[in-house]
């Protein structure tokens, strides 16, 4: 059964950098059927898509996100990361990652894990 | 790029059925598959129904999904609602390899 854990640190000062990574088991990131994407949360709030991966590091972002955020893949670990720079208290957030087949949608998705900006 | 609107609550009474409704801002609801996820409080989201109508395996037949193109949506049905079904259920379409999320509905189950 496929499943995803977020990883990183859970306290990012502002205009800094957070960083996560995901790691994928029992599967095979370079499966040619599907994407990997990052979806973020606010407290109380609804989802926002991030953007996604390919396992060949073909990426589309989110434009309103995209000149702050860098997704890669490491095939070797099994990983997917995201860097968001310059980041502000508006993005506290609990970040996922997820699995995206070509057909566009998330499944199965990680848990998630809370990142919170505060100096 | 599109938005997709919801609902911001509904509720409804155990063993009655519900419909929660995704309106697309422009564009053809039917030119973009749409999906539907369900996230009970302190649990990342599941999904339910994805390509506008095919259950997700494990998925309960009374969770359906339809789009009506006269008035540009989509929606999810739950029959015979149960207490368990309580949550926040999030449609979601694309643009080109761009997600769009709706921005939530509240299911209360009262």
């Known amino acids: 059964q496929l499943q995803l854990q977020e990883s990183g640190p859970g306290l990012v000062k502002p205009s800094e950098t957070l960083s996560l990574t995901c790691t994928v088991s029992g599967g095979s990131i370079s499966s040619s059927s599907f994407y990997w994407g990052w979806i973020r949360q606010p407290p109380g709030k609804g989802l926002e898509w991030i953007g996604s991966?390919?396992?060949?590091?073909?990426?589309y972002y989110n434009p309103s996100l995209k000149s702050r955020v860098t997704i890669s893949v490491d095939t070797s670990k099994n990983q997917f990361s995201l860097k968001l720079s310059s980041v502000t208290a508006a993005d506290t957030a609990l970040y996922y990652c997820?699995?995206?087949?070509?057909?566009?949608?998330?499944?199965?998705w990680g848990q998630g894990t809370l990142v919170t900006v505060s100096s | 790029n599109f938005m997709l609107t919801q609902p911001h609550s509904v509720s409804e009474s155990p063993g009655k059925t519900v419909t929660i409704s995704c309106t697309r801002s422009?564009?053809?609801?039917?030119?973009?598959?749409v999906q539907w996820y369900q996230q009970r409080p302190g649990s990342a989201p599941t999904s339910v129904i994805y390509e506008d109508n095919q259950r997700r395996s494990g998925v309960p037949d009374r969770f359906s999904g339809s789009i009506d193109t006269s008035s540009n949506s989509a929606s999810l049905t739950i029959s015979g609602l149960k207490t368990e079904d309580e949550a926040d259920y999030y449609c979601q379409s694309y643009d080109s390899s761009h997600m769009i999320f709706g921005g939530g509905t509240k299911l209360t189950v009262l």
């Open positions: 991966i390919y396992y060949s590091g073909n990426t």
């Open positions: 997820a699995r995206r087949p070509y057909t566009n949608y998330f499944d199965p």
């Open positions: 422009s564009g053809s609801i039917a030119s973009n598959y």
